[in-house]
């Protein structure tokens, strides 16, 4: 029954989004979630407790992907901000992931067999605290980026599930933006900016796909690249002031794209 909601909820928005969908399309079953705070928060673990337990991020390659992707969303805004300047600004990215993401990552890390990257996490924020020359940020950025790529590894490479993982993170940057963002006028910066980070992340994990994996299926990657270089223009920068002309229809729709093509692989 859940699942039925979920299905017709997903197709809904993609229709209102002017997706078009062949009948294949609309009898998977579709895992779309409403665009709400606690809803997001149960999909992905956005927030301090979420809703995603220990156990799913255990078992769940997905939600483990996601939750990775959320931590480095907050990190590359974080380190983008601090090389414009923005330090303050970098600060408040810099402390989320440590604080609400991270700890309920750290069981499923170890039950994978992985490393933790408390020492590196842990070091990067507080260089970017202490305001440390930007060559000793970029390298803690570095060693950072490496600890969470060697988790990432821990997940078996499944096109599919990095596509869904994809979808996770465009949704929950919908959400964001959508706080950021209304009627075209900025009123939550740090919002704007995490959409931005985990839309960043999300692109990136799809470039990132070894040859192999993309080769399974070229016209489905080619197809997602697509959707995700369309929300370039969302973000005409980073700190805006005033208006944007932005809307989080636009992201809402390119997940319902995004998680349809995955589902049909």
């Known amino acids: 029954m859940q699942e039925n909601r979920k299905k017709w909820l997903s197709i809904?928005?993609?229709?209102?989004?002017?997706?078009s969908l062949n009948a294949s399309a609309a009898d998977m079953s579709h895992d779309m979630h409403s665009a709400t705070d606690n809803m997001v928060m149960a999909a992905t673990g956005e927030g301090e407790g979420g809703g995603v337990t220990e156990t799913d991020l255990k078992t769940n390659d997905v939600a483990f992907l996601t939750r990775l992707g959320l931590i480095r969303g907050h990190l590359l805004v974080g380190y983008e901000l601090y090389k414009q300047g923005q330090v303050d600004m970098a600060i408040t990215h810099m402390k989320h992931p440590r604080d609400e993401l991270y700890a309920g990552l750290v069981p499923s890390i170890e039950y994978r067999?992985?490393?933790?990257?408390?020492?590196?996490?842990?070091?990067l924020a507080d260089k970017v605290t202490n305001k440390a020359p930007q060559a000793e940020v970029d390298k803690a950025y570095e060693q950072l980026e490496s600890g969470i790529k060697a988790a990432e590894a821990l997940v078996k490479v499944?096109?599919?599930n990095v596509l869904l993982s994809i979808n996770e993170l465009i949704e929950t940057a919908a959400e964001e933006y959508a706080l950021g963002v209304e009627n075209g006028k900025l009123i939550n910066l740090h919002e704007y900016q995490d959409a931005y980070g985990f839309t960043q992340i999300a692109k990136r994990r799809l470039e990132q796909l070894p040859k192999a994996t993309r080769k399974e299926s070229a016209n489905t990657v080619k197809q997602v690249e697509g959707y995700l270089a369309e929300l370039t223009d969302l973000w005409p920068t980073i700190a805006p002031e005033g208006d944007v002309d932005g809307d989080a229809s636009k992201?809402?729709?390119?997940a319902a794209r995004i998680e349809i093509s995955a589902l049909g692989l």
């Open 113 to 123: 067999g992985g490393e933790r990257f408390d020492d590196a996490l842990s070091s």
């Open 251 to 254: 992201l809402y729709g390119t």
């Open 12 to 19: 809904g928005v993609a229709l209102a989004s002017g997706i």
């Open 158 to 160: 499944d096109l599919k």
